[in-house]
């Protein structure tokens, strides 16, 4: 059975939605599931533009052919070969002998180091600004490297404006039968799951996302459709994206706001998180978002970094170390280059306090353009009564800092 889109009248979206695979990449979970975009334009020429995960092959294969009723596939650009899309390429290939295959060099040395079999098929490689057409369609090649892979490309069709734009502007989160995004809530049903996407993935490229966004500018004006290979098609408001993009790969914060993440075995760190949440909120910024660390997935952890624009953490000594998920999060952090945030320090311990000062070495030393405020609390075992004055504190300089 196929379950197919239209984005264009000769342009279909032959992707599919996975619910199974609980993590992506084996390591992000995705409760809400991912979608595998694949796409065919009937031209006088017909192409896909790019193919899907194992997991979501058959699916694919149905769709394809209903959509080509009979036709033969004559193209397929790839885009991308990592094997969440490139991994059904062979079936397409034993299924369409003589489909021929456009790609980059890079993208061709990947498809070869991955052993994907391309035998007895032509193989076209393009490089940046070449044009092809396919009958009334004409498309454009932009290098996108080091968005996510050293051999990405993106591909603009001339005549309709669709961008292929391969994991930029991707997202978690399956599409169930809608397609575009104004068929949803993105505030409030996606974006959470694209920021997830976007700054756990490719976070660590965010200036080769600026260089790609630098390249595309001069054709922005050009694009009607930007279709990625994850998540929605976007048909309209590219300027809401675009912003999104804008400070994720430039490490500005989304918000001001304060995200706490607690590490704390018996509760007396996640106590002091709680009362810091109150008293901010209290003293009125209520945007304000408490994480334990031991029970937030360090994807969503990081996502949350990418939109608050000041972070306290509070963790218990372990061993004259950081708690180990504490110190987790700060290595995943340093690993994608976060930069740019206000950071408050709360430590504690009974007999050897050392989580602070260990904190603020990897901000300070590890990563770039962090501010990190002199007032620590620290706290031996237990905050007691007569210490609130210092919570106080610390409440007032992250406020102070905010009005700077
Ligand atoms: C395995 C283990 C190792 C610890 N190592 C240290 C340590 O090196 N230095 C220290 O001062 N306290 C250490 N502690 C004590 C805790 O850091 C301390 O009791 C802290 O107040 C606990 O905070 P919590 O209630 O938020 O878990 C350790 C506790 C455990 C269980």
Known sequence: MHIVRKVTDDLYWIGANDHRLTLFENIHPIPEGVSYNAY????????????????????????????????????????????????????????????????????????????????????????????????????????????????????????????????????????????????????????????????????????????????????????????????LVWRNNFDYLLDKYQHWATYEPEEKGVLIVYASMYGNTEQVAQALALELVEKGMTNVQVRDVSNTHVSYLIADVFRYSHIVFASCTYNLGIFPPMHNFLLDMKALNVQNRTCAIVESGSWAIRSGDLIHDILDKEMKQMTILNERLSVASHLHESETEDLSILADSILDSMRE
């Open 40 to 231: 065919v334009l009937l031209d006088e020429q017909t192409v896909l533009f790019d193919t899907v995960d194992w997991d979501a092959c058959r699916q694919m294969m149905e769709n394809l052919e209903y959509v080509l009723d009979g036709r033969d596939l004559d193209v397929v650009v790839v885009n991308h070969w990592e094997p969440d899309h490139a991994a059904s390429l062979q079936a397409v290939l034993a299924r369409y002998p003589n489909a021929k295959i456009v790609s980059t060099e890079k993208g061709f040395m990947i498809c070869r180091q991955f052993g994907f079999r391309t035998e007895g098929h032509e193989t076209v490689e393009v490089k940046e600004g070449d044009t092809m057409s396919f009958g009334t369609h004409t498309v454009t090649f932009l290098e996108a490297p080091m968005v996510h892979w050293p051999e990405p490309m993106v591909t603009l069709d001339l005549t309709n404006g669709a961008l292929f734009s391969a994991d930029a502007f991707g997202s978690f989160k399956a599409l169930d039968g809608k397609l575009f995004n104004d068929e949803v809530n993105y505030e409030e049903g996606w974006i959470d799951s694209n920021r997830r996407y976007l700054v756990n993935i490719v976070g660590k490229y965010g200036p080769h996302i600026m260089k790609l966004l630098g390249k595309a500018a001069p054709v922005l004006d050009q694009v009607k459709f930007i279709c990625p290979l994850h998540g």
